[in-house]
Structure formats: structure tokens, C-alpha cells
């Protein structure tokens, strides 16, 4: 660094930082966007010694638009499973960049001797943002005013608006891990406030459905154990007959309205792996408390059959009653594999039976449940999507998880955000209708066997690679957010452009501008690996908006 102080870079969002290596990314200081878009970059900084108590001052038309927050390091034992592919950043173990802090005004930034960091700023593009190109000047000061070292950033707003998400996304939420690492007794009132919190960060996101605890989600639960109870719908028993209580799930309803869900995803209505048991549920009977079913029920047996047979009904009522009923899904069991297919199709046949009108759906990716008619939304992952594509499946959702690390698009600390962000393009292609994965906020071992502190255990305790089972942190006043979360917003802002694009000139020659010089059709695992190629082919779909929509406004 020579005699140079401090030293800083651009840098795009898909570029990691580590404060142990150099930096390889190449400068990004234009970059383009739409109207009701959230656009991200970096500046990366270094310094020759200590610096403490950096200020970070924005000069810009849009600094009331612009956050600025710290990206952190957290610790990663386990980054990827040992037999992975070739795209990744790193395998060994050790601090990877994710989590966004806010930077704190009195504290600032602290520079560190020779080590790479970064902050991230997101600039908030409003529908009635002014179009054109807006100089952002970042400088970095020390407290008694003294600029040590700045960079300019020029983003070309274009005046055309991203069309609303259609695209169904859900991250499952947890709403056990609040309570837990929180402290607050479920659904207390300081529970409630979290809740919302998180929702709304959620919402913002691009997550528009939301999990929603009918009864305590039968998920990551070992054999025989059970998660904290987090029922929203309360029950009361009287010998063979129940009656059900609906207050607490309207209050969940209203306020993931308020904030911008749209659609209601009931949890499972019976085991993972397979719908061989109930899930945990909880009654008043004799005026006691007490679980009446769980891991001892049989799921095809006449205790709980009586109990669905009763329950579903009444909810569908409710439904009713409510004008939920286009935006309600259910779900039988996650993920059952071809050895349960018979424990399945029982369970199927009684959830489909009293639910007639509403989609069901569940991750599983063998083809032979759909074949057989036993799901009506099938969402394969995104490594056994072809088998569906191949057979015209309607509506065909996707997700991943830790099982998808080689060649597929995926979010570990590991993966280049590259690898993060291609997932939209590739929705758009294919018109895939929703994208589910299960790990918004899950701070619980692997099976939920105990709670860890997401700040220091990353892999659910050595289960699966950093990244995999949670996309957000617990902070004191709400959801501290990642690297990762905001990049797989930037995927679906991807679709959205393309979509926009697409009514503009139809699907044909959007896919001809997507695939223009590639050596092949863009796919689920044939994809451009370079976040050169994805900024740029970005911008090229905004550069085509934009010769449709004249700067007049």
C-alpha cells in the first residue's frame, strides 16, 4: 500500500470480500436500474493501520434513498461437503463476508492493518425517482472532518417500472427460533412485535407467502422429539368431537397482510419424510392442556383421520368466511422419498379428499408422486427439474437446500453470489411459478435437537454448508440481513426485468437477448459463471426497456 493510508474500491454486489486475500473482482463504479428497484454495490476499503471511528458520508440527489451497513464476518466450519464442484470461492474453513450490520453513527467504521472490508449500500429507487444518471459520491472520513479517500459511483436510472412479482416465493419462517433465541414466551406480545419484524423484512425481500403454524411445524424434528409449540390454531377435545379456535391465526393473517404477504402456506399436515405421523398438536381437554398427537399417532389411523375430517372442514369455513381462499396452499409431508410413496399417497388421499378446491404442494423430486396424481404441485429441486419440464408439468415450482451443491444455483457462504443471483434468469426461462426454501431464519441444530447462535454456528452444527439454514441473523431491534439475501432479491428483480421486457417484445426474442453469444441454451446447470456476464446482461435488458420508454419523464 506504500504510503497510501487508506485505499479503496467499487465493487459490484456479486463480488465477496475477504479480509485474507486480494481483491479480484474488477472495478464497478456505473451500473444501470429500473423504477421500485433496490440496486446494491460495494466500496471496499483497506488501511495501513488502525483506523477507527470512520465516517461514511453519501453526496448524492438520492442520499435520503441510500442505506449504508458494515458487511461482517461469521464464521463457517463447514462451507461445502468434500466431493463439490469447481464453482466455489473457497472450501477451507474460516470467516466468510455475509451479514449486514448498520453503521453505527457515533462508532463508524473500524479499518483494520491490511485487511480487506467492505460496506454495502442499497439505493431505494421510487416510482417517481427522477431517470437519468445520478452521481454517488462515497467518501470516508476521519472525525474531525478529514476525507482520507472517496469513489464515485454513476447509476443510470431508467424510467420504467418493475412490474409486480408473480412469481410465489417462500422462505420458510420459524417462528419457535424467535421465541427461543429471544427469550420471549410464544406469542407473547413481545413475540408478536419480532414477528412482524421479521415478516416485514420478508416482505421486503420478495418473499410474498409466508409458513404459517397451523399446528407446531412437523419439520427438522428427530424422531420422537418436538419442537417448541408455536399452534395458532387452538383446539379443544370432548371425547371423539373438537371445536377450534381461529384468534391467533387471525391475527397472523392480518398482519402478514399489512405487510405484504399474499398468499398463506399451511404447514404440514402430517410427518417429513415420509406422512407417517401427526404433527404435533395440542388440546384442551377436561380443562387441561395436553398433546393429544405426535410421533405415536398413525397417520392413516382413525384417531387422526376423525381429527381431519373435523378440522379441515372447519377451516375451510374459515377460509371462506375470510376471502382467503386464492391465497391459501397446504402442504401434506416435505420431501418423501419413493420408499414412503405408500405412507404418502394415504396421507395424500385424505388431505386432497377434504381439500378439493385448494392447491396442495410439496418438495419431492421424484416424478413418480406426480404420475401417480398424489401431489397437485409438485416442487422438485432445482437438480431433478428436468424429468417435470420434460412432461409439461403446469405451475412447476423449484426449490434447494443443502443436497443441491454441485452444478445448480445455490446460496452458501462458499458460492461466488453469482451462483446466488442466476436463479432468476433461469425462472424467467423455464416460467417457473414459485421458488420455496426452507430456511429463513432456522437458529436450531440439525433435527432441532438445540438452539445455536447463528453469529457463531453457521452450519446448523456441522449438518449443512454455511448459508443453507438461514438467510438473516437475530439483532436487538429486529432482522439483521446478508450478502446472500440481497442477491437472491437481485434474482428476483432479474425476473421481473425480464418479464418487463418480455411484454414488450415477447418471450422469443427476450430469450434471443438472455442466450445472445452463449455456446448453448442457458439451463438449470448450463449457465454463464462470470458476474461480468450477469451485470452486463442486466444492464442489456435495461438498455432494451429503455429504448421503449423515451426519457420524457
Not at 438520492?62 to 464476518?73: F, K, M, P, T, Y
Request: with cysteine; proline share 6%.
Amino acid at each position: 500500500m506504500n504510503g497510501t493510508v487508506l485505499e479503496t474500491r467499487c465493487l459490484s454486489s456479486l463480488a465477496k470480500v475477504f479480509p485474507d486475500q486480494e481483491l479480484t473482482d474488477p472495478v464497478t463504479d456505473k451500473g444501470s436500474a429500473l423504477r421500485n428497484e433496490a440496486f446494491s454495490f460495494q466500496v471496499a476499503f483497506r488501511a495501513n493501520h488502525i483506523l477507527k471511528e470512520l465516517k461514511v458520508r453519501i453526496e448524492s440527489d438520492l442520499a435520503e434513498q441510500i442505506s449504508v451497513r458494515s458487511v461482517g464476518l461469521v464464521p463457517s466450519e463447514l462451507p461445502i461437503y468434500g466431493d463439490h464442484d469447481d464453482f466455489i470461492l473457497r472450501a477451507a474453513p474460516g470467516l466468510y463476508p455475509d451479514p449486514l450490520y448498520p453503521v453505527d453513527e457515533k462508532e463508524g467504521l473500524t479499518a483494520l492493518p491490511v485487511q480487506w472490508r467492505a460496506i454495502w449500500l442499497t439505493v431505494d429507487i421510487h416510482a417517481q425517482t427522477p431517470p437519468g444518471i445520478h452521481p454517488i459520491r462515497i467518501a470516508l472520513e476521519i472525525a474531525d472532518g478529514e476525507r482520507l479517500a472517496e469513489e464515485l459511483f454513476e447509476l443510470d436510472i431508467i424510467p420504467a417500472s418493475l412490474p409486480k412479482q408473480r412469481l410465489i416465493h417462500t422462505e420458510w419462517f420459524h417462528a419457535d427460533c424467535l421465541a427461543v433465541y429471544y427469550g420471549f414466551e410464544v406469542f407473547s406480545e413481545q413475540h408478536w412485535e419480532m414477528i412482524d419484524r421479521y415478516v416485514l423484512s420478508a416482505a421486503r425481500h420478495g418473499m410474498n407467502m409466508l409458513l404459517t403454524p397451523l399446528f407446531t411445524p412437523p419439520l427438522d424434528t428427530a424422531v420422537g422429539a418436538e419442537r417448541p409449540t408455536v399452534q395458532l390454531v387452538d383446539v379443544e377435545k370432548s371425547g371423539e368431537s373438537y371445536r377450534f379456535g381461529y384468534e391467533k391465526l387471525t391475527r397472523w393473517i392480518e398482519l402478514c397482510l399489512r405487510r405484504g404477504i399474499e398468499y398463506i402456506e399451511f404447514s404440514h399436515l402430517f410427518t417429513q419424510w415420509g406422512a407417517k405421523h401427526a404433527p404435533k398438536i395440542v388440546a384442551t381437554e377436561n380443562g387441561e392442556s395436553k398433546r393429544i398427537f405426535g410421533w405415536e399417532t398413525d397417520a392413516s389411523g382413525e384417531a387422526y383421520g376423525n381429527f381431519l375430517s373435523q378440522f379441515l372442514p372447519s377451516l375451510v369455513t374459515y377460509i371462506q368466511d375470510h376471502g382467503l381462499a386464492g391465497r391459501c396452499y397446504f402442504h401434506v409431508s416435505d420431501e418423501p422419498n419413493i420408499e414412503s410413496l405408500a405412507s404418502y399417497e394415504s396421507a395424500s388421499r385424505i388431505v386432497n379428499g377434504l381439500l378439493p378446491q385448494f392447491p396442495v404442494i410439496d418438495a419431492l423430486s421424484d416424478y413418480t408422486f406426480y404420475e401417480k396424481g398424489l401431489v397437485k404441485r409438485p416442487i422438485p429441486s432445482n437438480d431433478h427439474l428436468q424429468a417435470f419440464l420434460n412432461n409439461g408439468v403446469p405451475e412447476l415450482w423449484t426449490y434447494y437446500c443443502c443436497a443441491q451443491y454441485k452444478d445448480v444455483s445455490n446460496r452458501f457462504f462458499c458460492f461466488p453470489s453469482a451462483r446466488n443471483r442466476i436463479l432468476g434468469m433461469q425462472l424467467y426461462k423455464y416460467e417457473i411459478a414459485g421458488f420455496l426454501h426452507w430456511g429463513y431464519n432456522f437458529w436450531f441444530s440439525q433435527l432441532s435437537q438445540k438452539p445455536v447462535d447463528p453469529y457463531r454456528v453457521t452450519d446448523a452444527l456441522h449438518a449443512f454448508p454455511s448459508g443453507d439454514a438461514f438467510l438473516v441473523y437475530p439483532g436487538k431491534e429486529g432482522p439483521v440481513e446478508s450478502i446472500r439475501l440481497e442477491v437472491f432479491t437481485e434474482a428476483l428483480q432479474d425476473l421481473r426485468a425480464l418479464q418487463l421486457l418480455e411484454s414488450l417484445i415477447g418471450k422469443e426474442k427476450t430469450i434471443e437477448l438472455l442466450e445472445e453469444r452463449l455456446a448453448g441454451p442457458l439451463t438449470f446447470t448450463e449457465y454463464p459463471q462470470q458476474a461480468e456476464w450477469m451485470l452486463t446482461k442486466r444492464d442489456a435488458v435495461n438498455r432494451a426497456i429503455s429504448e421503449l420508454h423515451p426519457r420524457s419523464n
